[in-house]
């Protein structure tokens, strides 16, 4: 298969409806039913509903909605900068269950200073969910965005057993 050729799968978790995209052996985005055009670029898709990384990535989604699955087991495929990587990185360390905020990845990739570019990055993130961008909360303790919206976030998080974050509004 060319690097150029990603391939997509739809699936249905009980968060909302998400298009599951892999290169390759690789998964490389999980693109929400709602989410603003671009957030996410990959270039041209593929419908592949039995691709493999794609049914191996929903096989373990639906074991995480169904509360037996705390870890995902996956390759992925970040494409970004080497800071928007890191940053993406730093994510997966973030154990179910837990928060960090954004200063706290910041501090986490050695750059301090960098909170609103680490806040940026997260926004950008392709693989939600797997590289868990819904652990990242303001320094308060409230919610801030998510591609999938703040209810899916308050989901996940509730999902994992966090009760008393707040929305911020």
């Known amino acids: ?19 599951l995209v892999a290169r390759e052996t690789r998964l490389a ?22 691709h493999p990384v794609l049914k ?12 037996q699955r705390r870890r995902f087991e996956l390759e992925l495929d970040f494409a970004g900068t080497d800071f928007l990587i890191r940053v993406w ?5 973030i154990p179910f269950g837990e928060t960090r905020s954004y200063r706290d990845i910041a501090i986490q990739i050695g750059q301090p200073t960098a909170v609103r570019a680490v806040g940026a990055a997260n926004g950008r993130n392709p693989i939600s969910i797997i590289a868990p961008c819904h652990r990242v909360i ?14 899916a976030k308050q989901f996940l998080l509730s999902l994992e057993g966090q009760q008393s974050l707040q929305l911020a509004f």
Request: include cysteine.
């Open 138 to 151: 303001g320094s308060s303790g409230s919610l801030t965005g998510f591609a999938g919206g703040l209810a």
């Open 56 to 67: 191996e990535t929903e096989r373990q989604l639906l074991e995480y909605f169904a509360g």
């Open 1 to 19: 298969m060319p690097r150029c050729c990603l391939c997509t799968k739809p699936s249905h978790p009980p968060v909302g409806q998400l298009i």
């Open 89 to 93: 990185q730093a994510l997966l360390s």
């Open 29 to 50: 985005a999980i693109l929400w039913e709602n989410e603003r055009l671009n957030r996410v670029r990959l270039g041209p898709l593929e419908e592949d509903i039995q």
